[in-house]
């Protein structure tokens, strides 16, 4: 199994930044893929960005050039950096990591952000 430990959320202005980070334990391997997902209240969850072992990144349309996915292979953890915030980032964001090697999805316990004056 794999645990996912997330933090950074929080309230933040218009305009503001936070940055997420989420450790992973457990069964882990370097050709894990990682990412983060986010779902905002009645809405599906939806990908916000995803990073290879490799490093190579995808972004959602709507974050482009405001947010940036990075990860740190030794301390097993995964960042995003989030810059000019605006009220449609508010949602809960999940840490995701798939296991090419166990074929499997987890999925962290969510953090809130939110984005409001």
């Known amino acids: 199994q794999v645990q996912l430990v997330e933090s950074g959320g929080g309230l933040v202005q218009p305009g503001g930044s936070l940055r997420l980070s989420c450790a992973a334990s457990?069964?882990?391997?370097?050709?894990?893929?990682m990412g983060w997902y986010r779902q905002a209240p009645e809405k599906q969850r939806e990908l916000v960005a995803s990073?290879?072992?490799?490093?190579?990144?995808n972004y959602a349309d709507s974050v482009k050039g405001r947010f940036t996915i990075s990860r740190d292979g030794a301390k097993n953890t995964v960042y995003l950096q989030m810059k000019n915030l605006v009220p449609e980032d508010t949602a809960v964001y999940y840490c995701?990591?798939?296991?090419?090697?166990?074929?499997?999805?987890?999925w962290g316990q969510g953090t809130q952000v939110t984005v409001s004056s």
């Open positions: 457990g069964t882990i391997f370097s050709t894990d893929a």
């Open positions: 990073i290879t072992s490799g490093g190579s990144t």
């Open positions: 995701h990591r798939y296991s090419y090697a166990l074929f499997k999805n987890f």
